[in-house]
């Protein structure tokens, strides 16, 4: 969605994460996909430049433990 510059897709997909992270404990994941949801309702490219990377290492890195405690 990023690539495409669709920030409403993007917000509905980080939106669900952020539930998924919250249901899961993830909770300082869930605060920062909650910073990035709310950027992508106001159109804060910036914000969403600054903090999507790291979120998105350390999602694949929770995922990863999961898997692995799975």
């Given amino acids: 969605a990023l690539e495409e510059d669709n920030l409403p897709l993007f917000t509905i997909h980080i939106h669900g994460l952020k539930?998924?992270?919250a249901t899961i404990g993830a909770l300082f994941l869930e605060e920062t996909a909650a910073a990035l949801e709310k950027a992508g309702t106001t159109g804060d490219k910036e914000l969403i430049a600054e903090k999507y990377g790291?979120?998105?290492l350390d999602t694949l890195q929770l995922i990863g433990n999961v898997r692995d405690f799975l």
Avoid: D, I
């Fill in 19 to 21: 539930s998924t992270l």
């Fill in 54 to 56: 790291m979120f998105r």
